[in-house]
């Protein structure tokens, strides 16, 4: 791990194209501003940890999970080009 020292409003680069930068400092909290590209996703380690558990959970089907899909299929139809809105 790369520990670096820095001090309010300065900034550390990652990559070319993201920039955190140090935006207060309040007793034993630090804010950190985070510039980032929007196909970048920045998430506190946490709400990343929810995230991949919650993607694992739904990628594996259970016993059951298909049961109904058959009495659903051909149902919903997508739009096709040209047909204008159902009111």
Do not use: C, W
């Amino acid at each position: 791990m790369l520990v670096l020292s820095r001090q309010r409003d300065e900034s550390i680069m990652i990559g070319d194209s993201i920039v955190v930068t140090i935006v207060d400092i309040r007793g034993d909290k630090v804010r950190l501003g985070i510039n980032a590209p929007s196909e970048i996703p920045v998430h506190r380690q946490e709400v990343y940890e929810a995230i991949q558990r919650e993607n694992l959970r739904a990628s594996q089907l259970q016993p059951g999970d298909t049961h109904d899909i058959g009495r659903f299929a051909g149902r919903a139809q997508a739009p096709r080009s040209g047909d204008a809105p159902r009111r």
